[in-house]
């Protein structure tokens, strides 16, 4: 996969606001690994506020759980990265934070945290509509740290402009 250089992010993003202004939809985000690059990378795109709610970074298992309702229980058991915090994360943003589409991303960026289940650049990426059922997709993602965000916001952005065009 190659590097995705910041025009290739801003015009990742620019298709995406074109495709909830189309469909009058607000995007929400709740984010770890990206540390609010998703957000910061949607609102690069003027007239954001027609189509971006709101985001947030909850990095810490607290964090999770009191922003974003995600289950102690599923914390303890699953760990931060997983398909099934992710799931409840990318749930939980649209619960708490409103909107009618939301992305979640939770990984290990690394250099550090690592393990042999789960090596640095392992990430969980969601995306959900509401009403619909919550997609999840595992990323493996080679790099630094740089690379395994910016890989990540890629990601995360690609697949939510696939469920918004179909």
């Not at 939980?92 to 589409?101: E, I, K, N």
Request: proline letters at 3%; hydrophobic letters at 40%.
């Amino acid at each position: 996969m190659d590097f995705p250089g910041d025009e290739a992010l801003h015009e990742s993003a620019r298709r995406v606001a074109e495709a909830l202004q189309q469909q009058k939809l607000m995007l929400v985000t709740a984010e770890s690994c990206t540390g609010g690059w998703i957000a910061k990378v949607l609102t690069d795109v003027p007239g954001s506020s027609d189509w971006f709610e709101c985001g947030v970074a909850a990095y810490s298992y607290e964090a999770k759980e009191a922003l974003l309702g995600v289950n102690p229980g599923t914390l303890e058991q699953h760990g931060a990265v997983s398909e099934e915090v992710v799931r409840e994360m990318v749930a939980g943003a649209l619960a708490r934070m409103g909107g009618d589409v939301s992305i979640a991303v939770t990984g290990i960026a690394g250099p550090g945290g690592g393990t042999d289940d789960k090596p640095v650049g392992t990430v969980w990426i969601g995306w959900k509509r509401r009403g619909g059922y919550a997609q999840a997709r595992l990323f493996h993602f080679a790099g630094d740290r740089e690379s395994v965000r910016r890989h990540s916001v890629a990601a995360a952005l690609d697949g939510v402009r696939q469920i918004l065009t179909g």
